[in-house]
């Protein structure tokens, strides 16, 4: 176990003894909240009294954590906010939202409560799949979100979904199309092949989305790997794009900002992705504030999964 283990642990057991003798709730309405059985919140409390986090008040590092949880939370209207601690010299924004969201994953599969996860990928993802133990859960399926790209350096688009899948021992299905089709490629006719067909309509029964976010720079694996033809970071940006999410480019407002690219794009669709019950936003990084503030503001994500740096930015009129 590294450091970044310990630091979940110890911030989870902040969390639960916040919500117990601060805010007063009981053991089973903590655990119905943080999405964990009743007996993890009890050994959690046990555990806090034992290694004296809890004495008098709460002696913890984490605390300032969990106030930026509550203020996001109630800023956007979120179901939940996990804010994960960062190290200011050495700032990586993919490894903690990473971690965080590997330890929030776990604890709702083991759950029972997630049987159908949609998966977008992005560094943050791969980061998470890191981060994940071996499991056996051959009753959770992983599906893929959106097409992948044959280019690109850093991480195999079309391996997220397979790689979540064999860290949970689960089944896995891949959307194998690219992420946009070509100006000369007919869209319908593209998805009414049977497999396609078969894919979509998994996406309409899913119990959880995770989802990544990017800007509008180089930064983004989308922009510098996966843009079609004749579309650029440029042109994006001219027509208001901030960022996207799931491939789809929204200004704003959380509006789409293009027609067009959006009807060439493989993958969920915004009022698809809206209808799954738990939408999960694993994103951290100064570059992604903006985009972040739109999908949390608008709807499209239920909770968000990011660090301290980006909170505080985030909170920040």
């Given at each position: 176990?590294?450091?970044?283990?310990?630091?979940?642990?110890?911030?989870?057991?902040?969390?639960?003894?916040?919500?117990?003798?601060?805010?007063?709730?009981?053991?089973?309405?903590?655990?119905?909240?943080?999405?964990?059985?009743?007996?993890?919140?009890?050994?959690?409390?046990?555990?806090?009294?034992?290694?004296?986090?809890?004495?008098?008040?709460?002696?913890?590092?984490?605390?300032?954590?969990?106030?930026?949880?509550?203020?996001?939370?109630?800023?956007?209207?979120?179901?939940?906010?996990?804010?994960?601690?960062?190290?200011?010299?050495?700032?990586?924004?993919?490894?903690?939202?990473?971690?965080?969201?590997?330890?929030?994953?776990?604890?709702?599969?083991?759950?029972?409560?997630?049987?159908?996860?949609?998966?977008?990928?992005?560094?943050?993802?791969?980061?998470?799949?890191?981060r994940l133990p071996k499991l056996s859960m051959p009753d959770v399926e992983i599906i893929s979100m959106i097409g992948g790209t044959s280019r690109g350096e850093m991480f195999n688009s079309f391996g997220i979904a397979s790689g979540f899948a064999e860290r949970f021992g689960a089944r896995y299905s891949l959307l194998a199309a690219p992420i946009f089709l070509g100006e000369e490629v007919e869209r319908r006719a593209f998805l009414a092949q049977e497999n396609f067909e078969k894919h979509f309509k998994k996406l309409e029964t899913l119990d959880a989305a995770?989802?990544?976010?990017?800007?509008?720079?180089?930064?983004?694996?989308?922009?510098?790997?996966?843009?079609?033809?004749?579309?650029?970071?440029?042109?994006?940006?001219?027509?208001?794009?901030?960022?996207?999410?799931?491939?789809?480019?929204?200004?704003?407002?959380?509006?789409?900002?293009?027609?067009?690219?959006?009807?060439?794009?493989?993958?969920?669709?915004?009022?698809?992705?809206?209808?799954?019950?738990?939408?999960?936003?694993?994103?951290?990084?100064?570059?992604?504030?903006?985009?972040?503030?739109?999908?949390?503001?608008?709807?499209?994500?239920?909770?968000?999964?990011?660090?301290?740096?980006?909170?505080?930015?985030?909170?920040?009129?």
């Amino acid at each position: 176990m590294d450091n970044t283990d310990i630091s979940e642990e110890d911030a989870f057991l902040a969390q639960v003894c916040w919500q117990y003798y601060v805010n007063e709730l009981t053991q089973a309405e903590i655990a119905k909240y943080l999405g964990v059985t009743r007996l993890r919140v009890n050994q959690a409390i046990q555990k806090a009294k034992s290694t004296g986090i809890v004495r008098v008040q709460i002696e913890s590092p984490y605390l300032p954590r969990i106030e930026l949880q509550e203020r996001l939370q109630e800023r956007f209207g979120l179901h939940r906010v996990q804010v994960a601690p960062t190290h200011p010299q050495l700032y990586d924004f993919h490894r903690p939202a990473g971690t965080a969201l590997a330890s929030y994953m776990l604890d709702r599969v083991r759950s029972g409560k997630w049987h159908r996860i949609g998966v977008s990928w992005g560094m943050t993802l791969q980061a998470t799949i890191d981060r994940l133990p071996k499991l056996s859960m051959p009753d959770v399926e992983i599906i893929s979100m959106i097409g992948g790209t044959s280019r690109g350096e850093m991480f195999n688009s079309f391996g997220i979904a397979s790689g979540f899948a064999e860290r949970f021992g689960a089944r896995y299905s891949l959307l194998a199309a690219p992420i946009f089709l070509g100006e000369e490629v007919e869209r319908r006719a593209f998805l009414a092949q049977e497999n396609f067909e078969k894919h979509f309509k998994k996406l309409e029964t899913l119990d959880a989305a995770i989802l990544t976010a990017s800007n509008i720079s180089a930064k983004s694996y989308l922009i510098s790997s996966g843009l079609p033809e004749g579309v650029t970071p440029e042109g994006l940006i001219e027509a208001g794009a901030i960022g996207d999410v799931v491939c789809r480019f929204l200004d704003g407002n959380g509006d789409l900002v293009s027609d067009k690219l959006d009807r060439q794009t493989i993958g969920i669709e915004l009022e698809v992705l809206k209808s799954v019950p738990d939408r999960i936003l694993a994103a951290a990084g100064p570059h992604k504030v903006d985009i972040i503030r739109v999908i949390a503001s608008q709807g499209i994500a239920t909770t968000l999964i990011t660090d301290d740096v980006t909170a505080k930015l985030l909170l920040d009129e």
